[in-house]
């Protein structure tokens, strides 16, 4: 799908990726509670490769990343690397909601042109928090549960809240905004400043309801960001070890709120039957699963489930068949007109991967190639009720060169090997009819890559690593130009 790309200025500056996303965010696929696309519309990562613009003060640039399990869309910026100071841990609750406030300052404050006095203020609530911690002794050691627990709540909220205040160091709303936003913080602050004079005494339920707010509004920010370009991949979280050496593994990027089953193909041909676990978690520490048996054999890995349905390319031919899991029935087939089949145009490891059917955030595409094209990479998007071609792109790459491919975007990005040394180096803008040459590098961990595919509801690759199943967060630039304002 396309989402409209929110149309506020931004402030560049300079900071290090965050390095934690693989400990927070994609772990947090293992429930898939992550934004649901829409039907037109299909962390941090541990490292990544900017390409940023040559003029920084013509564009203001924003990273993102994967979602979490809360539905926070996560954006990472280049800013200042702030120091923390270490702090006792029994003073650790409280002290993270000080300094998720603080942070929330400091973001909004840079917006308004980092003065001298922010400086001060950050210092000075350092100060403060550090006081808290003979009140917090004395909560410990008089029993009281009830408040022990409150502060437990608002500093769990205030730990989600935390890859979303980052953004505000590179975004500059309108001034009343801006203005709006630095007057409820500055209310907590005082709040806080209160609770040090009178353990107790404040209304918790109600700050947590303005940190929820404020937390429901960064969300709704990000999530008008939902396209740009890829800049990073981060390091495989191992998911699961099961299969031969090729397969498939999926979830629907469709799929209604509350639906997070996972769907498992084995092989690469000569099989008809789709396992469907009910979650990532049932997949992950079970054996439970239905089994869907296929009209025909399927060929390749470049299956996907889409809305409720799986497409996949008819064993020995060029047929692409769209299966209702609902009805167990072929609801539509149609031939893919001069794709090579059988081996003719594969990727580098073979297996029968003539044809791709990948889908973005713009919906469903077949990549594959074909005679006329002399065997580059051709790309076509397709409607996915009647399984008719909307557009084709040809490239001037080879397929057979690719080690595999996946579409964020409306851009295909091919890897140059399958095993050994990889990396992401070649991408196809449909939306320019462009291609360019990148260096983005991709840990190859267990040396043999048979299915590589992009989920635009997660955020993240869906890989078939040598009968391992694996997950890849991804990071995307986003370039919001002075005359989109």
Known sequence: MSVPLLKIGVVLSTMAMITNWMSQTLPSLVGLNTTKLTAAQGGYPDRSTG?????????????????????RCVCTVVAPQQSMCSRDART??????????????????????????DLQYVEKMEVQLRGLETKFRQV???HKQN?????????????????????????KADAKLVLQFKEEVQNLTSVLSELQEEMGAYDYEELHN????????????????????????????????????????????????????????????????????????????????????????????????????????????????????RTSSISKSRQLDYAGYNNAYHYAWGGHS?????????????????????GNIVISKLNPNTLQIIKTWTTNHPKRSAGESFMI??????????????????????????????????????????????????????????????LYNVTLFHVIRSEEL
């Open 354 to 374: 003539d044809i791709d059917l990948m889908v973005d955030e713009g919906g469903l595409w077949a990549v594959y190639a074909t005679n006329q094209n002399a």
């Open 140 to 142: 410990e050691e008089n």
């Open 210 to 325: 303005r940190v929820s707010n404020l937390e429901e509004r960064l969300r709704a920010c990000m999530q008008k960001l939902a396209c740009g370009k890829l800049t990073g991949i981060s390091d495989p979280i191992t998911i699961k070890t099961s299969g031969s050496r090729f397969g498939s593994w999926m979830t629907d990027p469709l799929a209604p709120e509350g639906d997070t089953r996972v769907w498992y193909m084995d092989g690469y041909h000569n099989n008809r039957f789709v396992r469907e676990y009910k979650s990532m978690h049932d997949f992950m520490t079970s054996d439970n699963y239905t089994s869907h048996r296929l009209p025909h054999p399927w060929s390749g890995t470049g299956q996907v489930v889409y809305n409720g349905s799986i497409y996949f390319n008819k064993f020995q031919s060029h047929v692409i068949i769209k299966f209702d899991f």
């Open 409 to 470: 975007c409306g851009t295909l990005y091919a890897t140059n090997s399958y095993s050994g040394g990889t990396k992401v180096y070649y991408a196809y803008s449909t939306n320019s009819s462009t291609y360019e040459y990148i260096d983005i590098a991709f840990q190859n961990k267990y040396s043999h890559i048979s299915m590589l595919d992009y989920n635009p509801r997660d955020r993240a690759l869906y890989a078939w690593n040598n009968g391992h199943q694996v």
């Open 92 to 117: 650790k609750q409280l002290r993270q909601l000080l300094e998720k406030v603080q942070n929330m300052t400091q973001s909004i404050q840079v917006l308004d042109q980092r003065t001298q006095r």
């Open 147 to 171: 408040i022990a627990k409150q502060y437990k709540a608002i500093k769990a909220k205030m730990e989600e809240l935390r890859p979303l205040i980052p953004v505000l160091e590179e975004y």
């Open 51 to 71: 390409v940023l613009p040559a003029n920084p003060e013509e564009s203001w640039q924003v990273y993102s990343s994967a979602q979490d399990s809360e539905g």
